[in-house]
């Protein structure tokens, strides 16, 4: 007799997380969705990118990087890869994110620092920081940015994303939290950073899923996800992001257990300032290097 | 108010390095940045940061808070309440490698970088001698009186001590503006009862003027 198939609680997370997404319009890439697809996504893993003593690796995450901004731009090499997005006479601020408990991993600021200096930009050119920004001298004459924070959730915003990021480009942070936010993506329409900035990157190395609150990180809701998610589109980003989370979420609970606030500045973001694609049957999700329990 | 609590200078080989200047209503988002609303939603007053730190082991960050009545610190340590307690001030949870409590004016927080069973041990050391040097106690908020706990059968209850509507909608959505109108002079609770007919939302407000609604 033949033996019965049995379904794993994978399977079973997979068919309900996808009839939810169907359900609400955020399904990922049907098939007669691809005409409409209209930005791309890079995620990509490594297990071996941090070490059983919790040490980044360095290399694997150049080559890491290397590997999504290639695939995104469409390059064989990163050094064109990055001279594409960026000319030798640019000033380039690199907006990272200091949150002591999760902060933008050195290692990371110091790989793309690396391809700026090898794109030709000089060193004294280029300036990593956060909550200095409005008066860092290079950020001051930036002609163009990189974003790149640790994807995690957030009190006020629901996620921390690439889009709440640019929040210390203004003087009053505070006056952003109502509504979850939602008026976020109006900070990506000031002259500061209009349409300066090349690439996003959210850290998803070790991201966390869930919150504790608007001051604490709980390491029992943090995971080695070993991963980055890079676009051009901050938007899509920020999706593929808190989508992340959300799976991770079902995974570890077995319900979408309700965050303090929704990430709503994501869809905000599209409908009201078009600053990208949050529909995520509308961003094409290419998944790079190693897949297990890549959620996504 | 500048209530004065004996900081204790090494537990278990974690020794204070350091306190950071003490921070105030206006200095407070050098410390945390935007987490900062939270607290002065609730009348902070001061907060006193200090690192532990021991050779080889993960640090220990300990936060004093002073807010503005036993009132406020019971509505910030309720508001993310979530882990069992370990009967360490009036009220206090611990998981994660964070204890949070709670005892008259003052909320204390007590976090471990990294686990470890010497770190959590240090951690509890730490709390209760704080709790111990805290003058005085409070009440939690009378408002909270007026909850139907007799009158309703339940089988659960989650209560929340708040005075603004941003953290009002986190729990239960009202409105985009604040149409109840809560500001630091205002007390509201928010209850959420879990019964056998599902789950209902009780709120509460008071004014100063004693007036209840």
Same mark, same amino acid.
């Given at each position: 007799?033949?033996?019965?198939?049995?379904?794993?609680?994978? *399977?079973?997370?997979?068919?309900?997380? #996808?009839?939810?997404?169907?359900?609400?319009?955020?399904?990922?890439?049907?098939?007669?969705?691809?005409?409409?697809?209209?930005?791309?996504? $890079?995620? +990509?893993?490594?297990?071996?990118?941090?070490?059983?003593?919790?040490?980044?690796?360095?290399?694997?995450? &150049?080559?890491?990087?290397?590997?999504?901004? !290639?695939?995104? $731009?469409?390059?064989?090499?990163?050094?064109?890869?990055?001279?594409?997005? =960026?000319?030798?006479? *640019?000033?380039?601020?690199?907006?990272?994110?200091?949150?002591? /408990?999760?902060?933008?991993?050195?290692?990371?600021? #110091?790989?793309?620092? &690396?391809?700026?200096?090898?794109?030709?930009?000089?060193?004294?050119?280029?300036?990593?920081?956060?909550? #200095?920004?409005? *008066?860092?001298?290079?950020?001051?004459?930036?002609?163009?940015?990189?974003?790149?924070?640790?994807?995690?959730?957030?009190?006020?915003?629901?996620?921390?994303? !690439?889009?709440?990021?640019?929040?210390?480009?203004?003087?009053?942070?505070?006056? /952003?939290?109502?509504?979850? !936010?939602?008026?976020?993506?109006?900070?990506?329409?000031?002259?500061?950073?209009?349409?300066?900035?090349?690439?996003?990157?959210?850290?998803?190395?070790?991201?966390?899923?869930?919150?504790?609150?608007?001051?604490? =990180?709980?390491?029992?809701?943090?995971?080695? /996800?070993?991963?980055?998610?890079?676009?051009?589109?901050?938007?899509?980003?920020?999706?593929?992001?808190?989508?992340?989370?959300?799976?991770?979420?079902?995974?570890?609970?077995?319900?979408?257990?309700?965050?303090?606030? &929704?990430?709503?500045?994501?869809?905000?973001?599209?409908? @009201?300032?078009?600053?990208?694609?949050?529909?995520?049957?509308?961003?094409?999700?290419?998944?790079?290097?190693? %897949?297990?329990?890549?959620?996504? | 108010?500048?209530?004065?609590?004996?900081?204790?200078?090494?537990?278990?080989?974690?020794?204070?390095?350091?306190?950071?200047?003490?921070?105030?209503?206006?200095?407070?988002?050098? /410390?945390?940045?935007?987490?900062?609303?939270?607290?002065?939603?609730?009348?902070?007053?001061?907060?006193?940061?200090?690192?532990?730190?021991?050779?080889?082991?993960?640090?220990?960050?300990?936060?004093?808070?002073?807010?503005?009545?036993?009132?406020?610190?019971?509505?910030?340590?309720?508001?993310? %309440? %979530?882990?069992?307690?370990?009967?360490?001030?009036?009220?206090?949870?611990?998981?994660?490698?964070?204890?949070?409590?709670? @005892?008259?004016?003052?909320?204390?927080? +007590?976090?471990?970088?990294?686990?470890?069973? *010497?770190?959590?041990?240090?951690?509890?050391?730490?709390?209760?001698?704080?709790?111990?040097?805290?003058?005085?106690?409070?009440?939690?908020? &009378?408002?909270?009186?007026?909850?139907?706990?007799?009158?309703?059968?339940?089988?659960?209850?989650?209560?929340?001590?708040?005075?603004?509507?941003?953290?009002?909608?986190?729990?239960?959505?009202?409105?985009?503006?604040?149409?109840?109108?809560?500001?630091?002079?205002?007390?509201?609770?928010?209850?959420?009862?879990?019964?056998?007919?599902?789950? $209902?939302?009780?709120?509460?407000?008071?004014?100063?003027?004693?007036?209840?609604?």
């Amino acid at each position: 007799m033949k033996a019965k198939k049995s379904i794993t609680r994978r *399977d079973f997370l997979k068919g309900t997380a #996808g009839f939810f997404l169907a359900s609400t319009g955020l399904a990922t890439t049907p098939r007669n969705a691809k005409a409409q697809i209209k930005t791309k996504v $890079i995620v +990509i893993r490594n297990m071996d990118v941090i070490n059983p003593n919790s040490e980044i690796q360095r290399n694997i995450l &150049q080559t890491m990087l290397d590997e999504a901004i !290639c695939r995104l $731009i469409g390059k064989k090499e990163p050094q064109a890869a990055w001279q594409s997005m =960026f000319n030798k006479t *640019d000033i380039v601020g690199i907006k990272t994110n200091a949150w002591h /408990y999760l902060p933008t991993p050195k290692e990371l600021e #110091g790989v793309i620092q &690396q391809r700026l200096t090898d794109a030709g930009i000089p060193l004294t050119n280029i300036s990593i920081d956060d909550r #200095g920004v409005l *008066d860092n001298p290079v950020f001051k004459k930036a002609t163009s940015l990189v974003n790149v924070r640790p994807v995690r959730t957030h009190h006020w915003s629901g996620v921390g994303s !690439c889009l709440k990021n640019y929040i210390m480009f203004v003087r009053n942070p505070s006056a /952003y939290h109502d509504e979850g !936010c939602s008026d976020l993506g109006k900070i990506w329409t000031y002259p500061v950073v209009k349409r300066k900035t090349r690439i996003n990157i959210l850290c998803a190395l070790t991201p966390q899923f869930f919150g504790r609150g608007a001051h604490f =990180f709980d390491r029992r809701y943090v995971w080695s /996800y070993k991963g980055l998610i890079v676009g051009t589109d901050p938007v899509s980003v920020d999706a593929v992001g808190a989508e992340l989370l959300r799976r991770k979420r079902i995974n570890h609970f077995g319900d979408n257990r309700a965050l303090d606030v &929704q990430p709503v500045h994501i869809s905000v973001a599209d409908k @009201k300032y078009h600053l990208g694609v949050s529909d995520l049957s509308r961003i094409e999700i290419i998944k790079l290097g190693w %897949q297990e329990e890549v959620l996504l | 108010m500048n209530v004065k609590i004996a900081w204790l200078s090494e537990v278990q080989g974690w020794k204070a390095v350091g306190d950071l200047s003490p921070y105030n209503p206006k200095t407070i988002f050098q /410390y945390m940045d935007g987490a900062a609303e939270f607290y002065l939603a609730f009348n902070f007053r001061e907060l006193k940061a200090t690192r532990f730190e021991k050779p080889s082991r993960p640090s220990i960050i300990v936060e004093v808070y002073k807010m503005g009545s036993p009132e406020d610190a019971y509505g910030v340590f309720t508001f993310e %309440q %979530q882990d069992p307690g370990v009967d360490i001030g009036q009220g206090s949870e611990f998981g994660g490698g964070l204890l949070r409590f709670w @005892k008259g004016h003052t909320f204390v927080t +007590i976090f471990g970088e990294e686990p470890g069973q *010497d770190i959590e041990a240090a951690i509890l050391i730490l709390g209760r001698r704080i709790a111990e040097t805290i003058p005085g106690t409070g009440n939690p908020p &009378q408002i909270l009186t007026y909850l139907p706990d007799t009158a309703l059968t339940f089988t659960k209850k989650d209560a929340w001590f708040l005075r603004s509507h941003i953290h009002l909608n986190q729990r239960f959505f009202i409105a985009r503006a604040n149409i109840l109108m809560l500001t630091p002079e205002v007390e509201a609770v928010l209850a959420r009862y879990d019964t056998k007919d599902g789950k $209902i939302h009780i709120k509460s407000l008071e004014q100063l003027c004693g007036c209840h609604s």
